[in-house]
């Protein structure tokens, strides 16, 4: 199982991104697809995640209402829509796989068996 995430760049406060991670390997219907960020100096920090077979989502309490999860099962990849960006969501983004079931929340990232690559997010004026 292979994990591309990709989309990441350098936005202004207020703008948008669309996050994008592309799997490999398996099909999803039996994964849950978790989105992670990770500052510098700071510790790996869940955003959301979806159970593929579902659509069942869920959110860190800091991004509801700017962060939407998606999928679309013919390219069977996952997409992070970020809107209202601000500064504080400056990181490197990692998207991860795990089997749905998996024991434990969805937002812990040691729950997690396949990572992506990560994308930096950077957000500034």
């Known amino acids: 199982v292979q994990l591309q995430a990709s989309g990441g760049g350098l936005v202004q406060p207020g703008g948008s991104l669309r996050l994008s991670c592309t799997v490999s390997g398996t099909t999803l219907t039996s994964y849950d697809i978790g989105w992670f960020r990770q500052a510098p100096g700071k510790e790996r920090e869940g955003v959301s995640c979806i159970r593929w077979m579902n659509g069942w989502t869920k959110y860190a309490d800091s991004v509801k209402g700017r962060f939407t999860i998606l999928k679309d099962n013919e390219k069977n990849t996952a997409y992070l829509q970020i809107d209202s960006l601000k500064p504080d969501d400056t990181a490197t983004y990692y998207c991860?796989?795990?089997?749905?079931?998996?024991?434990?929340?969805?937002?812990?990232?040691?729950?997690?068996?396949?990572w992506g690559q990560g994308t930096l997010v950077t957000v500034s004026s």
């Open positions: 991860a796989g795990r089997p749905r079931e998996t024991y434990g929340s969805c937002s812990l990232y040691d729950s997690y068996a396949y």
